[in-house]
């Protein structure tokens, strides 16, 4: 069904302009189409219980918020329609129970080894976090994403990742320690 709206709002796309009264007619005929093609594919909170049923995960909804428990983590989808935005969030350990390296690696996790899904800090508590557009949201983005905040809370303390890929970290020698990060500090700065 996705890719058949998909196809049907090209080939709307693809229609030249209009000329004749019948033609206006058709061409709103068609920006109507295209308006309901479009919030059809938006992602939304049915769309995002759909995929949780669809794996099998049992959920629990309170107003704009879904929550589940998998592998021994409290996951919970918040969402907000009127601004577009969603997040899912995964407490790991209260700050107090960890050292200031713990911290510094997950930052630094945020930069080279945890892609979508972050770790962040509110409350006094360690956060695995994914944040993005609600509409915007693909199912297999949505998908990933269950997976990477799940991953990301599961590593903290370890590999710290959300998953098998990685960016590289530049190499510790004194040739070009900190050579990307320096010219992308440096460049910034001088904006």
């Known amino acids: 069904m996705k890719y058949i709206l998909m ?3 090209l080939s ?6 209009p000329t004749t009264s019948t033609d206006i007619d058709n061409q709103k005929n068609k920006e109507l189409l295209k308006r309901i ?7 939304n909170a049915n769309k995002m219980k759909n995929i949780l ?30 601004a577009d935005r969603m997040r899912i969030v995964c407490p790991i350990v209260k700050v107090k129970d960890i ?11 945020n930069y080279h080894t945890a892609l979508d899904a972050r770790y962040a800090i509110s409350n006094d508590i360690v956060w695995a976090i994914f ?11 949505f998908t990933s994403a269950l997976e990477q905040t799940l991953y990301t809370a599961a590593t903290f303390g370890k590999e ?6 990685n960016f590289p970290k530049v190499e510790d020698s004194q040739e070009n320690k900190g050579d ?3 010219k992308e500090y440096d460049a910034n700065m001088n904006k």
Do not use: C, W
């Open 131 to 141: 944040i993005h557009p609600l509409s915007d949201l693909s199912e297999k983005l």
């Open 160 to 165: 710290y990742s959300s998953g098998a890929l």
């Open 180 to 182: 990307v990060e320096q």
């Open 99 to 109: 050292t200031k390296d713990h911290i510094s690696q997950a930052m630094e996790a």
């Open 53 to 82: 049923k669809s794996l099998n995960i049992e959920f629990e909804q309170r107003n704009n918020t879904i929550s589940y428990n998998i592998q021994g983590y409290s996951m919970t989808i918040i969402y907000d329609v009127n």
């Open 37 to 43: 093609v479009e919030e059809e594919l938006k992602m």
């Open 7 to 9: 196809l049907l709002l």
């Open 12 to 17: 709307l796309q693809a229609v030249a302009s």
